[in-house]
């Protein structure tokens, strides 16, 4: 599966943005999608995950309750709501797939192996 992140930019502390990943291929419903983000000189991090149905998400504490993560199987598209941003989710934001990952590895980047090239997400003080 190839897969291409849109909607990054620059937003204002408090704003939203949402993230889009379009993913190719016609086995997308069984792929586990991920969005993880890196900030300058820091590791990639998780951020958000959601099963194959759509049914079961996970969220990284410190986005929970700000960022929503939703999928069309339909369309071969995943998304991030992000809400109330704040300065710290600065970062270059990915889209991860994977259709093998168990539930305890949700949240570990070396799991998954498909990754987008990426959104700049930055927001100002």
């Known amino acids: 599966v190839q897969l291409q992140a849109s909607g990054g930019g620059l937003v204002q502390a408090g704003g939203s943005l949402r993230l889009s990943c379009a993913a190719s291929?016609?086995?997308?419903?069984?792929?586990?999608m991920g969005w993880f983000r890196q900030a300058p000189g820091k590791e990639r991090e998780f951020v958000a995950a959601?099963?194959?149905?759509?049914?079961?998400?996970y969220y990284a504490d410190s986005v929970k309750g700000r960022f929503t993560i939703s999928r069309d199987n339909a369309k071969n598209m995943v998304y991030l709501q992000m809400n109330s941003l704040k300065p710290e989710d600065t970062a270059v934001y990915y889209c991860?797939?994977?259709?093998?990952?168990?539930?305890?590895?949700?949240?570990?980047?070396?799991?998954?192996?498909?990754w987008g090239q990426g959104t700049q997400v930055t927001v100002s003080s």
């Open positions: 291929g016609r086995t997308f419903s069984r792929y586990v």
């Open positions: 959601i099963r194959r149905s759509g049914g079961i998400t």
């Open positions: 991860a797939a994977d259709p093998n990952i168990i539930m305890s590895d949700t949240t570990t980047p070396a799991r998954y192996d498909y």
